[in-house]
């Protein structure tokens, strides 16, 4: 999606304008909103939540830890204890990110990501998809295979996670 962004060097324009101001509105809403107590990513926000439930944060910290001095998302995964189910949907929504295919990578993350959180980017995703799909039938199927595994790989996840909390409690 950088692609599309006009987030490139040197700068051109992009050819898909709606998608381009999707893109930055997300990246303004998710690395910086606006709190009481100043600016801060959605991210940082979880992780403090996170914190104040007693979860384990170390294992996201590891892993984030690991990307920042560079190393590369496998090496980060491997060692860092992030639960199996999580590195599957993380891999998983890697492999929707194709530079070559905006479609796919527009569809999976606007039905198997923004669809799920009510409202929220929804208009301008879905013209998002209609302008990098147009009328070429090819797209239309892909996108809509690319959000179909996106939403099975979310449901995957989730099953997971409910099932670690079911052996949790049956432990207790």
Known sequence: MLADSSVSVPWVPSRYPNACRLINEIVLGEESD???DGHRGHFEVYLEAMREAGADTG???RLTGKLRQGATLAEALSGSDVP???QVFIGSTLDTIRPDKPDITAAAFTFGREDLIPAMFREIALRMIEDLCGD???RWA???NAAKK???A???MWDAIADRVARSRDRD
């Open 34 to 36: 606006t709190y009481e």
């Open 136 to 138: 070429d039938d090819i």
């Open 142 to 144: 892909e996108a809509t």
């Open 59 to 61: 294992p996201i910290n």
């Open 154 to 156: 979310r449901l995957r």
């Open 150 to 152: 996106a939403l099975e």
């Open 84 to 86: 199996e189910e999580a």
